[in-house]
DNA sequence: ATGTCCCAGTCTCTGGGA
């Protein structure tokens, strides 16, 4: 089994290479974020005709994250089960609420959760705020933000699946954090600024402590590989990135975990590529035993426009 | 090199975010 998570930077502008990538990978389970699209735009057909079913929680101009899969997709949970997302074209929270306003940022509020069972495991697809400056009121909310994925994580370990057993976990996305100094091209180039400070790598060692491991990082002890690069002045031409895109799994997933890598080929384009590139695990299946719960339930799981409760 | 890419709205340019 294949899951993959790429944060595609707009599935509007990036439909043409993710039906490559879908076709070339082949993964099982593909996390995206920053769709940037609404729930009502979200490109179903595509998925269908390439065999996945789409599960997609967005806000339109901004965030947004999905689940593509093609082992099923039951038991989604929406922004963590918190309720409507702000909707940032209007302003106005979806299905009413709160507005958007600075001095309410709250990035809890936004598009950057979606989670479903497929395959007899939990996937989440997460994107977490970029922080923008150490100690601005974005980077604050980004470690708030954290903390309540650490909650939503603690909850989810140990759920018990429909066969009777635990449900493995697997916390795929954009962390917007590099885990160590091995994960950055220059640890004296970006000490400073956010993605490297201590308290955002304190704040991943916290979700690590309800029960995670970093799955790349087990398979390829290595550093030196990376998932984001920026547009700008030849960085990834030159290789200088960060390793910020992260699956996070129990310990039930990492023993089964054959194969990792980060497909570096794919920030390539043509035409335009995302200033990301995919990380996929393979999962041995041998000793899996089948669950026609999650085969057969095969839905035609349609992007919500309303949030799905916690489960 | 303040370097590029994406979005919506003011709409063939600008401003915000990453």
Known sequence: MRIATWNVNSLK???DAVERWLERARPDVLLMQETKLSDEDAPLMPFQLAGYDLLHHGEGRWNGVAIASRVGISDPVTNFGDGPVRDSRSGAAVGGGANGAEEDFDPSREARM??????????ASIYAPNGRVVDSPFYVGKLRWFERLTAWAAEAVGTT???GG??????????NVAPTDEDVWSAPAAHGGTHVSEPERAALAALRGVGLSDAYRAQQPTGGRFSWWDYRAGMF?????????LLYVTPDV???????EIDREAR????TPSDHAPVVIDLDTAGVPFDAGWV???SRVAARTRPASGG
């Open 13 to 15: 502008a990036r439909m």
């Open 114 to 123: 979606v989670s479903a069972v497929c395959g007899g495991i939990r996937v």
């Open 161 to 163: 699946g429909p066969s």
């Open 166 to 175: 635990t449900l493995g976990l697997v916390i795929g996305g954009d962390y």
């Open 237 to 245: 031409h030159k290789n200088q990135g960060m390793r910020i895109d």
């Open 254 to 260: 990492a023993s089964r975990i054959i194969w990792a």
């Open 268 to 271: 390539k384009g043509p035409p």
């Open 296 to 298: 057969g339930a095969m």
